[in-house]
């Protein structure tokens, strides 16, 4: 231990006379209750953070004592944990590269040439490394916003805050009030051609007011903005300004503001354009408060607010859990921990601001990779489909950097790196170890399999009373939920009509009789016409008679009556066809499930069981099994139920009639032997759970990506 | 007389200030074709030897004449500085000083050692068969080069051999007027400055890597280089007392490349002195800490080690020390500071013992060597262990030494402006060497057919049996009258070795490393008839065995290999003792399952060999080692890559402090 506290390089420095740069500044912040010091060379505007130790070494820095004199100075200050030597060494390194403090030695001016013949590589590799993503700096907005400060005192004041508030409770009680006027629109109606030009009005006014709420957040509290420019987000132009100098500022508050002026500037800009597009009549202005309304509220809550990119909302967020430098820590932290665990290594300070910080970097660590990927994947598939090979080609490269690069250098660093010479293979065992444990956990590992999808009762034959004949309902005959035999009289329908037809026809039955037996015998062609004239009185009595017998509904099938509307029904007129009534018969029911080609796949592969759980309200799970599989893809479904208009899961064409699905779906008939208990009407939903065997995930989520693919590249 | 204009004050090289992506781009570039680094091997039949010939007949016989040499050597040194010398231009110089030599030496340079000259002059590595006149073709190509204007460092490699070199061939650097040097360890310090001034000097390499060390860290150290200095000194009166030692880096021959340039490459040279700048460790301070460290209690403050030479403060013990600290001052102050010392001081009283681990002498404290037995009076403990031991011996505490300085070779022969160098083996290594030194190697063939025998490889399972198998077969050879060198790997496999030869009542001479100049007379002894050596592979390295005629007639001198090396080029130049300037020899390799190279591998590999033995017989064995050493030259290639990059980054650091030395 004592041989790292002691540094072999020690005597190249015990003896300098360093001070600290003149022009350096110091704010003292706090994080997690830890003291910390930040510096800033206002010649090359780079902030360093030091601790609270190693700024006392710092601040001791005068030029008259030797290096040795003020290490000995801390070592006293602080008695428990005195600073070793090597940390000494790398303090000054770290202070030396960031022109903070001046020898009274020549340095070494090769070295300095080569620090800065690197950083240029570095810059220039940054481009080339990240191609989607390209900073253009345009101009120094500083000399603008130093003559325009009154503005930013006036903006971010507590009137700022009142207006600002009172603005943003208007809007939203407009949207509240209107809310059934706000439908979000589709992307085919934003982007328009008509419209398209006044969303490039409207985010150009946004975000050019977005950064000038940025410059005069800082400017407020004092600091400085010296550089203005745009930059290439996937080819989309994006401006920025560098307001790295609110790191510097001691108060979490104003730092936050800082960080967060630019969302506030356009919800409050949104606001106003909401208030106006309320107000306004049709035409130019409210189109393009419309589009403001748009970009300023909602795409700057979804881009910008997001803490997982590195926009504003990271900033926001990282200054509001006192993390500072959230990104890059959190990746070292993730780093240490792999070192750690792999190498046993314990003695390695974690990077951490203050203790129990860890957990948050770790999350922050996981979920913004996750993040990152996501949104990398997406991107790339934009840019492969809108320009076929350039875009591929962007889109490969910035996987190879986001992912093979790292990989190999992981790889290279358990190979090869020297450090790890002596337990290399202890090492090399670990990880391998965990890198088949994370294999297994998602290529072997069976995980449960399941496919849900929700079903409709298809009604059993017989079990629908139909009523055959119109006319209004007379009586009720039977109690809901009655067992009832087959022909047995549930309703009885009266058909006013029906008995003045049949009266007309008595009476011309009667009149063809009549005149049949007034006339001679000789007269056979009058015989004749009567004669036919009678028989058809007669057949239509007949009929007459039949359909007064229809006006009756009675059961065709044994069970358990179900009249839904039974105490509202009687008087009430029901048109041939109408359903007024169900028998719930006991016996196998059967299921309609629509299920979307892309999962059909493990479904029909056999699953372990099907678990039907109809939507009663109390748990209540049928085994089913598949009676039938409609042998072709179509998108025609069974039902409404199954559609997200009643309910179901499946989007569906909003203009057509008849439920027509926007996935191609494969039918499947299910059946259910019944419980005597309980049965259910037709049309009644349940829903399904195919439960496959287990299997890995691996290879799900596999399939589910390369679906995904082919859907976006097939169409 | 030749009189050379006054040089530039410090020529040195810039450094290159490689980043790590540089570094990182030519080591892939030269695995890329490695093949390419190798120039194309030369023989004596050359068009430049041609040359030089055609020159030496034209002078030979007219009389030695100062004036015609100053024209050539101006010529020449016209021509150098405008870069590379064309055959035209270098020819006449050579023929003087080949003329020179065979006047002067009675030596005339046979054809493959003018080639040779022609690598020097364009800074290759030379590799060039044991016997074929090393030294004079390096004293040559010094006067060759001195006469192109540089000044030249001849690297040997020993002090021994500098200063039989610049003895030797003193009359021909006086016959063409320029001034040799040698420098070795007894030189005094005084007196250097104006021996760098001439021409040519002859050294070990790390008597100049100390010099240099010294100018760096001096008086002058941390100032502008060349033009930079010169114009803040202009009109100024030079500093006095701020001299360098050296008159810079210009050229450098250096023998015995391979090892001096990679096996070297990485040991650190550390200048140290006396001054206790590190403020507070003096002799009452130590006394102080002595007395605290004898207040301490075995098992309640401390625990020892013996094993390890290590102690372990207790906490009990840390809160006493503290307590005895208390109102101290300076590094005794800080707790990890004052822990370690405490740690030193009962280290110094609980485990190290007169007898076993230090004697007292006259001198003061002598430390034994651990594996040796030997006294090693120069060597000191670091960290103040030392002078805890004379307090406790009751002699006065020497001064703790601070370092001033540390340079490598890796670092140190790419400042040479001209980096030129021979040796017997250097293939294997030509890809380092262009990687660090940018050097490239031309094989030189040699002047008459290698005419060696190997016999077939046996591999034993205990280094005992081996050790019976060698004194065997010396007894053998010896007694059909032929010199037998047995090559070990270390000192203590030698003295088995000379254990395992007074078995069989053999006579034998011992060779080593420690005392080069002793040894000579063995050396000259060693072709004798029937006569046993037994050498250390630094012994070997870089010996001339001369055969006598009756020796030859036996079948000339048979080299025992006892052990692989970590590297196969020191196996080679132990093997390439025999069979020197065509000379008959037979080279004999005799291995054991015993042997360092398997055993530093740990068990793994002594199973691997013991099934390779088994499987594939001494040849499969024999396979299985070489792909051991292979695999340990690899690795130590990449811990010197990895101290180069390490390097780099202390530079980065340290950037504050001026220019590192």
Known sequence: MATAFLSQDWYRVADLRLRRHGDVTTARHVYRGEVWHVLQNPQSGKMHRLTDAAHAFFARLDGRRSVQDVWLRCCALFPDRPPSQTEILNLLAQLHAGDLILGDRLPNLT?????????????????????????????????????????????????????????????????????????????????????????????????????????????????????????????????????????????????????????????????????????????????????????????????????????????????????????????????????????????????????????????????????????????????????????????????????????FKALRYLVADPALDLVRARVLARAALLLVLGFGAVFVLPVPHVTTADAVLDPAEGSLLRVMGSGFVERVLVADGQAIKPGQPVLELSDPFLSLERRLALAERDDARARLGGLPLADRNGRKLWQEQLGFSEARLADLSRREAMLVLRAEVAGRVHVPEAASLPGRFLQQGEVPATVLAPGPSRWRVAIPAADAGPVDAGSRRIELAPRLGRPLVYRARILARAPEVTTALPSFALTTKAGGGLLVDPAAESPISLTPVVNYLLTVEADPAVTLPGGARARVRFVHDPSPIGPRLWRALTQTFLRQFGS | MVTLPEIET???????????????????????????????????????????????????????????????????????????????????????????????????????????IRCLFDGEIAEMGTGEGKSLTAAVGAATLALAGRRVHVMTVNDYLAARDAETFGPLFAALGLGVACITDDTPPEGRNTLYRRDVVFSAAKNILFDYLRDQTGP?????????????????????????????????????????????????????????????????????????????????????????????????????????????????????????????ALVALHILRRGRDYLVTDQGIAIIDESTGRLMPDRQWSEGLHQFLELKEGLDPGEIRTTLGRITFQRF????????????????????????????????????????????????????????????????????????????????????????????????????????????????????????????????????????????????????????????????????????????????????????????EGPWAMTLARLALVLGGAGGCHLAMRALQALQSRRAERARANLARQERLRERQLALSGRLE
């Open chain 1, 111 to 407: 070295e300095i040439d080569r620090r800065t013949r690197e950083e240029d590589r570095r810059t220039l590799l940054a481009y080339v490394k990240n191609p989607l993503s390209l900073r253009f700096p345009l101009f120094d907005p500083e000399p603008f916003l130093r003559w325009s400060a009154p503005v930013a005192r006036l903006v971010f004041s507590p009137f700022g805050a009142v207006v600002w508030l009172v603005l943003i409770g208007a809007a939203l009680a407009g949207a509240i009030l209107n809310r059934e006027a706000l439908a979000l629109p589709g992307m085919d109606q934003i982007a328009t051609a008509g419209n398209l030009a006044y969303l490039a009005v409207a985010y150009l006014v946004v975000k050019a007011l977005h950064e000038l709420g940025h410059g005069y957040a800082v400017k407020r509290w004092g600091g400085e903005v010296h550089e203005f420019g745009v930059m290439m987000l996937v080819f989309f132009p994006v401006p920025y300004v560098d307001a790295s100098q609110a790191t510097f500022f001691p108060g979490k508050g104003p730092r936050m503001i800082v960080s967060a002026a630019g969302i506030l500037v356009e919800l409050a800009v949104a606001a106003a354009a909401f208030l106006v597009w309320l107000a306004a009549d049709p035409g130019p202005v409210r189109t393009l408060a419309y589009n403001l309304t748009l970009i300023g509220g909602i795409s700057t809550l979804l881009f910008n607010g997001n803490p997982l990119l590195r926009f504003d909302g990271y900033f926001v967020f990282a200054d509001l859990m006192e993390s500072p430098n959230l990104g890059q820590r959190s990746n070292q932290f993730f780093w240490h921990l792999v070192r750690r665990v792999l190498l046993r290594d314990r003695d390695a300070p974690p990077p951490l601001v203050a203790p129990r910080e860890g957990g948050l970097l770790l999350v922050y660590a996981v979920g913004s990779f996750l993040y990152r990927m996501s949104v990398l994947l997406f991107i790339s598939i934009y840019l492969t489909l809108a320009m076929p090979v350039i875009g591929a080609a962007l889109a490969l490269w910035s996987l190879f950097t986001v992912l093979i690069l790292p990989a």
């Open chain 2, 10 to 116: 410090y020529p040195e090289r810039k450094p290159d200030g490689l980043t790590d992506r540089d570094a990182l781009v030519l080591a892939v570039l030269s695995r890329l074709d490695p093949r390419r680094l190798l120039r194309r091997p030369w023989g004596g039949d050359t068009a430049f030897v041609r040359a030089v010939r055609a020159e030496i007949a034209a002078i030979a016989d007219l009389p030695a004449d100062p004036v015609r040499l100053r024209d050539r050597a101006l010529c020449l040194r016209r021509r150098a500085r405008r870069g590379r010398v064309a055959d035209a231009a270098l020819a006449p110089v050579l023929a003087e000083v080949c003329v020179a030599a065979g006047r002067v030496l009675g030596k005339m340079p046979y054809d493959v050692q003018i080639v040779v």
């Open chain 2, 220 to 344: 002058q150290a941390g100032t502008l280089r060349g033009l930079g200095r010169k114009l803040l000194a202009f009109g100024r009166p030079r500093a006095q007392g701020g001299a360098p030692i050296l008159q810079g880096l210009d050229a450098v021959i250096v023998d015995e490349a391979d090892s001096v340039l990679i096996d070297q490459a990485a040991t650190p040279f550390i200048l140290s002195a006396g001054e206790a700048s590190l403020g507070g460790l003096d002799e009452p301070t130590l006394r102080e800490m002595l007395g605290l460290a004898r207040g301490l209690v075995e098992g309640r403050d401390f625990r020892k080690s013996e094993a390890r030479h290590r102690v372990m403060l207790t906490d009990a013990g840390r809160a006493r020390l503290a307590d005895g600290a208390q109102g101290a001052r300076g590094l005794v102050a800080v707790a990890p500071v004052r822990e370690h010392l405490a740690g030193q």
């Open chain 2, 413 to 600: 022969f790419p400042r040479y402006r001209h980096l030129c160098g021979m040796t017997g083996t250097a293939r294997a290594a030509a890809r380092e060497l262009w990687e660090i030194y940018g050097l490239r190697v031309r094989r030189i063939l040699p002047r008459r057919p290698d005419i060696r025998c190997l016999t077939p490889v046996r591999v034993l399972p205990s280094a005992a049996r081996k050790w019976c198998v060698v004194a065997d077969l010396a007894a053998r050879l010896a007694a059909t009258g032929a010199p037998v060198l047995i090559g070990t790997r270390t000192l203590g496999a030698s003295q088995d070795c000379a254990r395992a030869l007074d078995d069989v009542g053999l006579a034998y001479q011992v060779l080593s490393a420690e005392h080069a100049a002793d040894e000579a007379g063995i050396i000259a002894g060693a072709g004798r008839v029937s006569r046993i050596t037994v050498a250390t592979n630094m012994a070997g390295r870089g010996t001339d065995i001369m055969l006598d005629d009756k020796a030859r007639a036996a079948g000339g001198l048979q080299v025992i290999l006892t052990e692989l090396h970590g590297n196969s080029r020191i196996d080679r130049q132990l093997a390439g003792r025999c069979g020197r300037q065509g000379d008959p020899g037979t080279v004999h390799r005799i291995l054991s399952l015993d042997d360092d190279l398997i055993r530093d």
